[in-house]
Each structure stands twice: as structure tokens, then as C-alpha cells.
């Protein structure tokens, strides 16, 4: 993990209460921002090894959105292409709804 990485998460563990120096500091190492279910969120995308098969990949999108005091962590994934699986990810993505 990057020192960078652990410096952010470290930082907001301790200053989570002050949400603006949270999402400076997300800003800063360049991380994404996207509205889903109605909410803006914090995404962090990546691929990874599929577990079933060492040779296919996984694409990975991780979406952290705040509610107050709390977090909604959603992960999506799915086979990197994978045509099917691609359009049900982008179908679940759209309806999700987060009040």
C-alpha cells in the first residue's frame, strides 16, 4: 500500500468529522467522484484476479458515499468482458436508490 494510501486513511479516520478536509484530502490523490442513487460518491476503481480463474480479471468499482456520521461502501464487480455481466452491472448500478 502507498504511503500516500495510508496517510488518507489515516486522516480520515481522524478527521472524519470535518468532512470538507476529507474530501480535499480524497481530491488531492485523485480519486473520482460520481452521483449514485441520488448521492454523491467517492469511487475507487481497480481490477483484480477473478478468484475462479487466475486469468481473467475483475473490474471493481468501489463507491463510498457519506451519510452524516456514517458511510455507504457499495462494490460492484464483474468480468472484464464479460457482455452479459457488463449490462447487468450497468442495470444495477441505475437503480440503485440511496435515501
Request: charged share 15%.
Amino acid at each position: 500500500m502507498s504511503p500516500k494510501l495510508v496517510w488518507l486513511f489515516l486522516d480520515l479516520i481522524r478527521v472524519w468529522s470535518a468532512p470538507f478536509l476529507v474530501w480535499q484530502n480524497v481530491l488531492a490523490l485523485g480519486h473520482s467522484f460520481e452521483l449514485i442513487g441520488g448521492q454523491l460518491a467517492q469511487v475507487i476503481s481497480y481490477g483484480r484476479t477473478a478468484w475462479a480463474n487466475s486469468g481473467e480479471t475483475m473490474r471493481v468499482q468501489q463507491y463510498h458515499v457519506p451519510m452524516g456520521a456514517d458511510m455507504v461502501l457499495l462494490t460492484l464487480s464483474c468480468l472484464e468482458g464479460d457482455i452479459p455481466a457488463i449490462g447487468w452491472y450497468r442495470r444495477l448500478k441505475s437503480s440503485i436508490r440511496i435515501r
